[in-house]
């Protein structure tokens, strides 16, 4: 079983549009992430929230709404995407905070053309 | 701003010889980590070191954390052909850990 996955696995989408991305964790963890990975593979943190509640949100632009229906949900959506959003997107979860390991989902690749 | 700085961005060397990378950091931290990343795939945690360890192993892998430098190095002995992937260090920043940030990783290529 997977532990922590994500949907789609890549996204081409026109600038303008509006898409959103899933996440799902089957480990009952507590802690759950959204990363932005760029092309040169350098790994940065968007938001972590931990029992459903945004605990960290770094800098992210508003047109970034995370949104946590259950412990074991977390899901991102964007609007207006813009090139720049172009990346991998990799969400992450955790038993209590970075304290713990993180499991990675397989990440949804976006290209915004 | 980025808290781990991997050294070196890249390394290329033959099956069976070690691998050493390096990783700095700039303020306190609880603990640190390191993941492996495959090409084209989520990251893999390897290994979690405490602040208050200076040395861990885990099978090929050896972690070393040196507080007063802000530093940790990893490692892999006898590399194999299968250990080519990015190798990333992550801290909490001293922080109650829900912000983990990595650095830019070393790119580790072992020619068979």
């Known amino acids: 079983d997977t532990a922590v996955s994500q949907t789609p696995k890549y996204l081409v989408t026109q600038m303008g549009n509006d898409k959103s991305i899933k996440c799902e964790q089957n480990l009952g963890h507590d802690t759950m992430y959204w990363y932005k990975q760029d092309s040169k593979k350098f790994l940065k943190i968007m938001f972590s929230y931990n029992n459903k509640e945004l605990i960290i949100n770094e800098t992210v632009p508003n047109r970034f709404s995370p949104k946590s229906p259950d412990k074991a949900h977390l899901n991102l959506h964007i609007n207006s995407l813009e090139l720049g959003d172009s990346a991998v997107y990799f969400c992450?979860?955790?038993?209590?905070?970075?304290?713990?390991?993180?499991?990675f989902g397989p990440g949804t690749r976006l290209l915004v053309l | 701003s980025q808290q781990g700085e991997e050294d070196p961005q890249a390394l290329s060397i033959q099956e069976g010889e070690n691998a050493t990378m390096n990783c700095s950091y700039k303020t306190s931290i609880n603990n640190l980590q390191w993941y492996r990343q495959n090409s084209g795939r989520g990251l893999v945690h390897l290994i979690l070191?405490?602040?208050?360890?200076r040395e861990k192993h885990s099978g090929r892998l050896r972690v070393t954390l040196d507080t007063s430098k802000k530093s940790s190095s990893l490692l892999i002995t006898a590399s194999r052909a299968a250990d080519t992937a990015s190798y990333f260090c992550a801290t909490d920043e001293g922080t109650g850990g829900f912000k983990t940030i990595f650095g830019a990783g070393t790119r580790l290529f072992v020619k068979a």
């Open positions: 992450a979860s955790s038993l209590r905070g970075g304290l713990e390991t993180q499991y």
């Open positions: 070191i405490r602040s208050n360890e």
